[in-house]
Structure formats: C-alpha cells, structure tokens
C-alpha cells in the first residue's frame, strides 16, 4: 500500500491511500463518515453531515468565479464488502491491503473500494487544492448506496444550493452518462419442516467456487455464471436420479453482486455415493464447457460432512430446487433505443437457509429502464416463488434516470473533452442504479450527468482501476470545472 499515495496524480491518490485504511462496508460507514466530516472540517469549509449520513462540504468560488452556476460533486462512501472464500479480512475492521499490478491497482483478495473510492477522492481533491480554478462547489457523499440507496433516498430538498450535479460513480474512462436504470428487490421466505435422515444415509458438503460474480448490472451482459444457479442444477438431478436430500444452502451473499460462491451440506444413501460424486464430477465438467470463456475457473467440490440429526422435508426441498431452476437470471432484454445497453435484467443473489428459524431466504435484484417491463418481470419471479409454495415481497425501488440530450452539461463536458483529448466522448445509459434518479426527484432542476475512470469487476475480488485513466479522469474534472457556465 505504500505506493498508492505516490501515484499521479497524487492529489487523488493520497486521499485514495487514507481511504483504503478505513472499514467502510455499506451498513458500517460511521468511521469513513467521521473521517470525511474532519477532512472538510480542517480545510475551514462549512460542513455537515445529515440526518441519512450524508457528508456535504461547500467550497467558495474561487477569484472571478463567483458568477459560475453552483455544481455539486457526488458520490458514495461506501463499498462492496466481498472476498475470496480463502481470504481472511474483517471488511469493518481490516485495512484494504491495495497495490499495484501494471497499468492497475487492485486488492488483496477483497473488493478494492475504488467504486466510489476513486470520485470521492478526487471531490475531496478539489476541495483540498489552492490552485484550480471553479465556481461555487458543494461536495455530497452519500451514504449506503450500495445496499438501498438510503442517503440520497434521505437527502431532504432545498439543503443543496447548486444547479449542476456530476456524480462521480460511472465506471469507463472517455464515456458520459445521461441515464441508468430504476431497480427493485425481490424478498423470497420458505419455510420448511425438519425430517429425521433416513437410516444408511451420507452427508457431504457441495461447495461450488472459483467462479467470477461482478457487479450485477454493469457485468450481468457478460453471460457469466451464478454459482447458485450451478448448485441448484446440480441439486436438481442429484434430486431426480439419487434421491439425495437437503440439509443446508449458504448461495451468494449481496444483492448487488453476481453470487461467486454457493456452499451446502447434501445427503445422500450409501448405495448411492459413488454415483453421487460421479454425477457431480460429470455434471461440472458440462457446466465448465458451457461456460468455458466466462468461468474458467469453476470449481466444484464434493467432501464428506459430519451427518446431521434432520433434513429438510422433502416437499419443501423438492418446490424450492424447482423454483430455483425455473426463476429468471441474467439479461432479460436489450435496449431498442441504445445500442448495446441492457434494458431489463435480474440477478438471482442469494439462497440461504436457516436451522434455527426452519427457514430459507432468497433474494433477486431487478433492474431496467422501463418501469412496465420491470413489472412484468417482478410479476413472472413472483409467480415461480408463489407457486412453490414461497412468501413473496418486494422492497427497496428506485427510480431510473431519463436521458436529456438537450443538457448543458452534456455539451459543455462534450467540448471540454474534444478540445483537451481530441476526440467527443461516447454518449451512454447504465445498467445499473445511480443516485442521480433518486436525487433528481427532490431537485428537480438539476442538471444531471455521471463520469469516472476505467473500473473493472466492481462488487467483486477482482475490482481493479486503471492508472492512466485516473490521470484523464482527474484532468477532464478540472478542466470542466474551469469551464462551467454563468448563471
């Protein structure tokens, strides 16, 4: 970690560094929360932080730039805690243990933070710099985002006095963002009954592992595999051909992620062993065929457990494979209007049982950028889940953001871009929820638009953000804010 701070440019970088030293998962920011708040504090800047977490510090104009339209530099403290199964890290006590491979910085086994980590840093970078050049500046770091949304969600109107919002939260150097998709969770409970294991029976743990995940909406078009989705499947034949039965599932572990790893405890009859494993050899080598460009490190392991004293009864084993296997995942639809862009999809993120409650949870997180289309999808895992036998809810909607083309912004970022880089940057929507819908519905006259540096595998282990791109990212910001309009 000692070389991140040296990066160029180190005004970002540095505060990059300090970041990387604090824990903060979604649900667990109070430290970074406090840290921003100091860090404003002792530049001499009002700051405060609200009632939803949310850290806002305002900066003066600088010397004739006091008629420039207020702009409002955002984004999220929070991260994506995930990590290799064989990593050990306390995501709300551990430092992220970052260094550099190449053209890029990573982490250790674990989510790097760089989303957000990279816009916050450099919000703050402008805040801390004596020397550029900018309007009035409000900085807003949002809190959870990762999780709900729950600061812009709680950010009240009329705190915020500028005009012109760029969220720092896009992930592809050289592209400007005018639009993202809306989301909603869905909340799947069954409740089971525990049988006593039937006489002669094994128990074993099939653990799949090894595979990709990512983040949900910016990395769900790249087809790759859901580890709960494999084990399930596996499940399914183990169910039909050996009668193998059900202890435990641990699948997935955030919404927002593309589940990585799936663990569970299987039983089967002693006859049946030698089947059993040879089917689980066989059915791997097929899925690893299927997926061989996106997960060719799938892995599928079969170990003899302890034997349990009950088993998930029959019934409820037998509705929620099913269901299992029949609910949707992955790119439900492509954008007409938007070349490329993913307009509805659903990521299936977690099935975990619980022996204590005699229950098992399932969660999915929809995203599109039609709300009727998000309706209709919501209506379809409903009526798998409910048909199995399953209580169904839904929580957490948010809206999607609506392109303007017409927006000032836009243009004025565009003819920045072109005169410093040479070329006009790409005009795109994501798949993916940004505040800025949710915060455009309490201001309402914000002028919306979203860019950052290159970022790779968000929500997952293998997150990493290119170096080069950090120094275009940095440049491009300075230079815009050079060049916003007056009032």
Not at 304 to 322: F, G, H, V, Y
Not at 435 to 463: A, N, V
Request: glycine residues 10%.
């Amino acid at each position: 970690m000692a070389n991140i701070k040296d990066i160029q440019p180190t005004e970002v970088w540095s505060i990059f560094d300090q970041m990387l030293a604090i824990p903060r998962p979604s649900r667990h920011e109070e430290r970074i929360q406090d840290w921003a708040v100091n860090f404003g504090k002792s530049l001499g800047l009002e700051t405060l932080k609200d009632e939803a977490g949310n850290v806002i510090i305002r900066k003066p104009a600088t010397s004739g730039m006091e008629n420039r339209k207020g702009v409002i530099l955002q984004g999220h403290l929070d991260m994506v805690p995930q990590k290799n199964s064989d990593k050990k890290h306390d995501f709300a006590a551990d430092p992220i243990e970052a260094f550099v491979d190449g053209d890029w910085v990573t982490a250790n086994g674990t989510t790097l933070g760089a989303d957000n980590g990279i816009g916050v840093s450099s919000a703050l970078a402008v805040l801390a710099s004596k020397n550029l050049k900018h309007g009035p500046v409000e900085v807003l770091l949002t809190a959870t985002e990762e999780t709900g949304m729950d600061g812009a969600n709680g950010i009240k109107a009329g705190v915020l006095q500028g005009d012109i919002l760029i969220n720092t939260d896009s992930e592809d150097e050289g592209e400007l963002y005018v639009g993202c998709a809306g989301g909603e969770d869905v909340n799947v409970l069954f409740n089971y009954e525990e049988e006593e294991i039937p006489a002669g029976f094994m128990a074993f743990n099939l653990n799949v592992t090894g595979m990709k995940g990512g983040h949900s909406g910016i990395d769900i078009p790249l087809q790759r595999g859901n580890a709960i989705k494999v084990f399930f499947r596996i499940l399914h034949v183990a169910q039909e051909k050996l009668g193998a039965r059900l202890v435990a599932i641990d699948g997935g572990s955030l919404r927002n992620a593309i589940p990585r790893e799936a663990f569970g405890t299987v039983a089967v009859s002693e006859a049946s062993t030698g089947d059993f494993v040879a089917l689980v050899d066989e059915l791997m080598e097929t899925i690893k065929k299927e997926l061989s460009a996106t997960e060719p490190n799938l892995k599928v392991e079969v170990k003899e457990a302890d034997l349990p004293s009950a088993i998930m009864d029959e019934k409820t084993q037998k509705n929620l494979t099913l269901a299992v296997v029949a609910c949707p995942n992955g790119v439900i639809r492509m954008s007409d209007s938007m070349e490329g862009l993913v307009e509805t999809s659903t990521n299936l993120a977690i099935v975990k049982s619980d022996a204590k409650a005699k229950t098992i949870s399932a969660a999915c997180l929809m995203r599109s950028s039609v709300d009727s289309a998000k309706e209709e999808l919501s209506a379809r895992i409903k009526a798998v889940f409910e048909l199995a036998g399953a209580l169904v809810s839904f929580s957490g909607k948010y809206p999607g953001w609506k392109p303007n083309m017409d927006s000032p912004i836009l243009k004025t970022m565009q003819e920045v871009y072109n005169k410093k880089f040479g070329k006009i940057p790409e005009i795109k929507a994501i798949h993916a929820g940004l505040e800025c819908g949710i915060l455009g519905g309490k201001y309402p006259h914000w002028d919306m638009i979203s860019f950052g540096p290159t970022i790779r595998f968000p929500h997952s282990p293998d997150e990493k953000v290119n170096i080069g791109t950090v120094q275009k990212f940095w440049d491009f910001l300075v230079a815009t804010l050079e060049n916003i309009p007056a009032k």
